[in-house]
């Protein structure tokens, strides 16, 4: 391969600083071109540095750290109780899945149980966050290939979704909603009419969108045999979610290392074999299906009972406490303003957000905030598959193979 | 030729022009937030006219955005402003770096600082986004830029529509 290319991916360019447009290398005849970091199909602040003989891509080389805001390190700043507000904006349409997993994380350190109606209420909200961030993808990736329809009919079901967390939480994004220990705030009253509404709805408009996509002929073309990953490099690149099991990896952490609530609960994962952006397509189409009926499944064994471990070490007084007791008070004020500590240990949790395997690595050194907080974030490892994806097909392929890697840049940078 | 597959997707696309319209006509027709909604702060009173906040900065202490400024001051026998021994002199949001988390209401003791469903703001300047106090209080008036001719239910997408 050119020079050109190994130069500009080091971040050198021919004046030695920065980067660089375009280059035209005249040993190898090939192009060197930069297709983002504004593009309006890299899905955020994406720069891919392409390698091009004529519209042939050589080589593909994922650019990364535009919306790289230092989010891991801020944690370190709040306490355990506050880190929660800047985790939840890391993969944010994820967010119940980052929440969650770095709420796992400091519960293992504590090592407290939690109440089973939180635990429901975490695995509940966290799959119809899934079926919201599907949709968000199903609509991009249609638009992507020139089906604006699918991007209208996608962000009108997620708008159900986002009303439906809205009602919950308070927030419709970034809602930091599931802390340690549990959730902020029980369920309101009619939380189960409002999801029976989305569960009711959405089955008849995943059957829509499957009659607009699954053989539509134009679709099709751009799609299959479009952006192949071959198993054995989805197993070397550390793949997760849609992708790897897109490609015949048969691997879900909900049901091979089940965590909380997902024990003893059984569901299809499905997977394909062919490993291209249709593949893709049709897994993440029957995860949505998958994901409503585990949905229903949390709705209709929601258990009663406290919605947070109630410890007064960890979970402030009830306000009606501070009326009357000194000591109510006292614990109040230091929860606020110092939070709990955590015992000195290091640990880590996974959980499957929407695009795969989503890691919390936490150190605590005794004190009140995290020593580190890390995130393995499963849109930066599976952008690394995007290489050998490319590799060899036509740079408008690379559109279609990019909308189905789903990556979100705030999880790629954190 | 795959004309059946076309027919198909495009009967879909027929089908939903016909469905009812998703979208309103914001800011005359407007969707009412759900009670939860976390929106714009006010600072309440007693009924008997005085503040209830007490100036203890638990909400600037926990805010982890560093938005919340306050200052506290003695109250005395002539200017007494709440209940007991202190009150907050000086009240600012500085609504640019607020995260609408909620932490610092739920680390208020009083209750004094609640959160209403209001979510338009803006402003022209920086400063315009500082709220001071007085434009804090509860019986500060909340400026609407439109009128609104009509109020949707909040959970007008969450009704059974097929």
């Known amino acids: 391969m050119s020079k050109t290319f190994d130069r500009l991916v080091s971040g050198i360019d021919s004046d030695g600083h920065g980067a660089y447009v375009e280059e035209h ?162 369920l309101p009253d009619g939380w189960d009419a409002a999801l029976e509404a989305i569960l009711d709805v959405m089955p008849k408009r995943l059957d829509e969108y499957e009659a607009l996509l699954n053989e539509n002929p134009i679709f099709l073309e751009r799609t299959s045999g479009v952006g192949v990953l071959s198993r054995d490099d989805a197993l070397a690149l550390g793949a997760t979610g849609p992708i790897a099991r897109a490609s015949g990896v048969d ?49 209709d064994n929601m258990p009663e009972g406290d919605f947070k471990n109630m410890d007064p070490k960890l979970t402030p007084p009830p306000r009606s406490e501070l009326n009357r007791s000194m000591e109510a008070v006292i614990h109040h004020f230091k929860l606020v303003t110092q939070g709990f500590t955590v015992p000195e240990g290091e640990t880590y949790a996974r959980v499957e957000s929407p695009r795969g395997e989503l890691g919390c690595y936490i150190v605590s050194d005794g004190g009140t905030s995290p020593y580190r907080c890390h995130v393995r974030d499963p849109s930066f490892v599976n952008l690394q598959a995007l290489g050998p994806m490319a590799q060899g097909q036509l740079i408008a392929d690379l559109i279609a193979t990019i909308a189905s890697t789903d990556p979100i840049m705030g999880g790629v940078d954190r | 030729m795959a004309l059946p597959e076309i027919f198909t997707g495009l009967t879909t696309v027929i089908k939903n022009v016909f469905r009812r319209k998703d979208t309103v006509g914001y800011p005359e027709v407007r969707r009412l937030p759900f009670p939860r909604y976390k929106g714009r702060h006010i600072l309440d009173r007693h009924p008997d006219g005085l503040e209830k906040c007490i100036g203890c900065e638990l909400c600037a202490g926990v805010c982890p955005a560093d938005a919340i400024r306050v200052v506290g001051a003695e109250n005395t026998a002539e200017e007494r402003f709440s209940p007991g021994e202190r009150y907050a002199q000086i009240y600012q949001i500085n609504y640019l770096r607020c995260i609408f988390c909620g932490l610092c209401v739920e680390a208020c003791p009083t209750e004094a600082l609640l959160m209403t469903t209001e979510y338009e703001l803006s402003g022209s300047t920086r400063e315009d986004l500082i709220y001071t106090k007085e434009q804090l209080i509860v019986d500060a008036p909340i400026i609407r830029h439109w009128d609104t001719k009509k109020e949707l239910p909040p959970d007008i997408n969450l009704k059974g529509t097929s």
């Open chain 1, 251 to 299: 691997w879900d952490l909900r049901r091979d290392m089940p965590y909380e609530g997902y024990e003893g609960v059984t569901f299809a994962v499905p997977t394909a074999t062919s490993g291209d952006v249709y593949g893709r397509y049709r897994v993440r189409m029957a995860e949505m299906r998958e994901t409503l009926e585990l949905i229903r499944h949390f709705a």
């Open chain 1, 25 to 186: 290398d005249e040993e190898s005849n090939s192009m060197v071109i930069n297709m983002g970091p504004v593009h309006p199909s890299t899905h955020g602040v994406l720069r891919l540095l392409l390698e091009l003989d004529g519209e042939t891509v050589l080589r593909c080389e994922p650019i990364i750290g535009y919306l790289h805001t230092g989010m891991e390190k801020e944690c370190e700043d709040q306490n355990w109780r506050g880190a929660v507000t800047i985790v939840t904006r890391m993969d944010y349409l994820a967010q119940f899945a980052n929440e969650q997993v770095y709420s796992m994380a400091v519960e293992e350190l504590l090592g407290i149980d939690l109440p089973p109606r939180a635990v429901a209420i975490r695995c509940m909200i966290a799959e119809l966050n899934r079926l919201s961030s599907h949709l968000v993808w199903f609509g991009t990736t249609g638009l992507d290939m020139g089906a604006m329809s699918a991007m209208f009919y996608g962000f009108r079901e997620r708008e159900m979704i986002l009303d439906f967390f809205e009602m919950v939480t308070g927030l419709r994004m970034n809602n930091g909603y599931i802390i340690p220990g549990g959730v902020w705030v029980d």
